[in-house]
């Protein structure tokens, strides 16, 4: 099956430059092709006549290079037309309805470049004693277009892949591709699949076999995560103190950027230090739910962990603002929320649960997700629920048998209970998925039709069609040429 691969990168300073260019005219035609969808929307909506027509959805980007954006030719083509294919991966997931239309790209923040097999080539390092291959060699560019050798640590072996992507972020350079990795297997042809027939072989157990092999887990603040067994993951001392002083420096980089002279090197220096100090407390918390998720599911003792479905993107959402009869704004304690905010997100609760799904399933195990509701106020000997059993965060005393707990293992055991009954009832564990079919507009003849000619019918939104006809889009070119070189 296919399997991630995500290594550092070692450009060296010549090569870097050039690698810098292709990041940018990639998302320059990426952003050209959003512009060019949010005119034909717009224009849609302010020509009567127009309402109902097709909308292109293509590849093509030749129109994009002019007199003004020569120097898209001193990049290769493919990286070109690499830009036009990630956006129309992009507006695919948006018909599937798992994410919004494709936006525009910013020059901040991480940024990549895709190549696909025409731009790179693996070359293997072979043993001279056991005429084994022992790693690659990373060719990147053309014979017009040569960047050579780039250097990249392998810390595992790996199979040769079709494309890959090159990114940069706060300074440093990664290698990231997706290969055959014929030592990794499932059973079933897919990730639903393989859901499925997990359960199935679970559920022939009976409800005292499973609580022996299920593991729950609560994912909290103070602990990030404690289990039915009783066991707390969270980060090292040492590791949360260094994260205190990372956000210390990242804050005071951040006066010292704006007080400097605005486009000046000493001010591009102080903002690289500022994307710098983040990147640990990432790398942090990425580490710590690789190594929380292996250490769940290595456990031969249990074959179910069960989790609580928590909406992480609602609960980190921004407060409305609050006004009174004048129009005033109110305190609607948003400082307070960003705290919270910020405190769920360092927890790393989505991370943990996604890693352990994908390396139950390779081991034949299962992870499912219950819901929340009330967790913390049930009581897991007797399942009764009030809000006076929690006398404080951290104790937990039922108030009708009297029992006495740790809050978060006591959620941890209700959660364990809740899957169990999940899995037994038989209810499907995987939602099916909406299929996308496009239709392509053929000639009087098969061989006139090109790639460019695939057109999707398309709605305008209902939210666009409130918005006021003289108001401009933000980020969207003015003229937009449509003429093809």
């Known amino acids: 099956m296919l399997n991630g691969y995500k290594f550092r990168l070692y450009p060296s300073p010549e090569q870097e430059p050039i690698l810098l260019q292709w990041i940018g005219c990639q998302r320059l ?13 717009r224009f849609q909506r302010r020509m009567v006549g127009t309402v109902g027509e097709d909308i292109p959805v293509d590849q093509q980007y030749s129109r994009f290079i002019t007199a ?4 898209l030719r001193q990049v290769p083509s493919p990286v070109l037309r690499n830009g036009a294919v990630r956006w129309r991966q992009a507006y695919q997931r948006f018909f599937k309805k798992l994410s919004g239309r494709p936006k525009m790209k910013r020059k901040s923040g991480r940024q990549s470049v895709w190549l696909t097999s025409e731009l790179f080539d693996f070359r293997p390092i072979v043993d001279d004693t056991t005429g084994a291959v022992c790693g690659y060699h990373l060719h990147v560019g053309t014979d017009k277009f040569p960047v050579g050798i780039i250097p990249y640590v392998a810390h595992r072996p790996h199979a040769v892949p079709a494309s890959i992507y090159l990114a940069i972020e706060g300074g440093q350079w990664w290698l990231s591709f997706a290969a055959e990795d014929l030592t990794v297997t499932i059973p079933g042809k897919d990730g639903d699949a393989a859901t499925e027939r997990i359960a199935e072989d679970l559920r022939h157990l009976s409800a005292d076999q499973l609580a022996e092999r299920t593991l729950g887990g609560d994912r909290g603040i103070a602990k990030p995560l404690m289990t039915s067994d009783g066991h707390v993951f969270d980060l090292l001392p040492v590791q949360q103190t260094r994260i205190q002083k990372a956000r210390r420096q990242h804050r005071r980089w951040q006066r010292r950027a704006a007080r400097r002279k605005k486009g000046s090197q000493n001010q591009k220096k102080a903002y690289r ?22 250490a769940l599911v290595v456990h031969a003792a249990y074959d179910l962990y069960v989790f609580e479905n928590l909406p992480i993107q609602q609960m980190t959402k921004r407060p409305k603002a609050k006004k009174d009869a004048q129009g005033h704004f109110l305190p609607n304690g948003r400082a307070a929320k960003a705290g919270l905010n910020r405190a769920i997100l360092a927890s790393a609760w989505g991370q943990v649960v996604m890693f352990t799904r994908y390396k139950a399933r390779r081991r034949g195990k299962l992870v499912i997700t219950v819901p929340p509701q009330h967790s913390s106020q049930e009581c897991a000997e007797c399942t009764f629920t009030a809000p006076d059993n929690r006398p404080s965060q951290a104790a937990f005393v039922c108030q009708r048998c009297g029992h006495r707990d740790n809050a978060d293992h006591n959620a941890a055991r209700v959660i364990k209970k809740r899957g169990i009954q999940k899995l037994l009832s038989g209810e499907p564990l995987t939602t099916s998925r909406k299929t996308t079919r496009i239709f392509r507009t053929l000639g009087p003849e098969r061989s006139e039709v090109t790639p460019g000619e695939t057109h999707i019918r398309r709605a305008p939104s209902k939210t666009d069609m ?20």
């Open 68 to 71: 003004k954006t020569a120097f």
């Open 466 to 485: 409130h918005r006021s006809q003289n108001q401009e889009l933000r980020g969207v070119i003015r003229e937009t040429p449509t003429s093809t070189r």
């Open 273 to 294: 230090k500022v994307a710098h100090y983040p990147q640990y407390e990432k790398n942090v918390r990425h580490e710590y739910a690789h190594q929380t998720s292996h």
């Open 29 to 41: 035609i990426y952003n050209a092709k959003v512009q060019e969808d949010r005119y034909f929307r």
